[in-house]
């Protein structure tokens, strides 16, 4: 199965700063990584696909790039309700394998 | 805009059979891959595997041995079975919607399911 390191595992931050996580794939999976925002007690919700593709609805201050190996998801201006955590997963072969997850504080 | 909707049993004896069911509402049951996906209490997300309306099913190695997906295109629903459960099965189940090969675009609400003697 291909692994996914995501990093770092929590951060700190204030409102409006930028912020970046970063997923690394065991192997090549061209751009089929998805990113995820799950807030405590709720489903996750889909953010971006392909990579660097924005889901409906989403705003525009979140951003995916990457292809291969190296992925990153970036919040331009952080909110208060961007507080979560966040997971990358890919989408590229079977089975389908998730980061071990990324949760934003409030500094 | 599609929702998912799904139930089972929360509460599970070590060895016996969880078995969820999530219903797809004001979407097309065609054209998607069905997944189920948990998430232990705290921790990450683990994909259990997915099925399509024709009954193609993708399942993780690591839990292939003990489960089936199903479904019914009739009633727009399907299903997952996982057999032998264990404390280690405890976990939120999440059904979800996606297509070959995509992230998961709508999701369930959750299950909680727990196994205890």
């Known amino acids: 199965a291909i692994q996914m390191t995501q990093s770092p595992s929590s951060l700190s931050a204030s409102v409006g700063d930028r912020v970046t996580i970063t997923c690394r794939a065991s192997q090549g999976i061209r751009n089929d990584l998805g990113w995820y925002q799950q807030k405590p007690g709720k489903a996750p919700k889909l953010l971006i696909y392909a990579a660097s593709s924005l889901q409906s609805g989403v705003p525009s201050r979140f951003s995916g790039s990457g292809s291969g190996t190296d992925f990153t998801l970036a919040i331009s201006s952080l909110q208060p309700e961007d507080f979560a955590t966040y997971y990358c997963?890919?989408?590229?072969?079977?089975?389908?394998?998730f980061g071990g997850g990324t949760k934003v504080e409030i500094k | 805009q599609v929702q998912l909707q799904q139930w089972g049993a929360g509460l599970l004896k070590p060895s016996e059979t969880l078995s969820l069911t999530c219903a797809v509402y004001?979407?097309?049951?065609?054209?998607?891959?069905w997944s189920w996906i948990r998430q232990p209490p705290g921790k990450g997300l683990e994909w259990i595997g997915e099925i399509n309306h024709s009954g193609y099913t993708n399942y993780n190695p690591s839990l292939k041995s003990r489960v089936t997906l199903s479904g019914d295109t009739s009633k727009n629903h399907f299903s997952l079975k996982l057999t032998y459960v264990t404390a280690a099965d405890t976990a939120i189940y999440y059904c979800?919607?996606?297509?070959?090969?995509?992230?998961?675009?709508?999701w369930g609400q959750g299950t909680l399911v727990t196994v205890s003697s």
């Open positions: 979800a919607r996606g297509r070959l090969f995509s992230a998961p675009d709508s």
């Open positions: 004001g979407g097309s049951f065609s054209g998607y891959y």
């Open positions: 997963l890919q989408d590229n072969n079977y089975p389908l394998t």
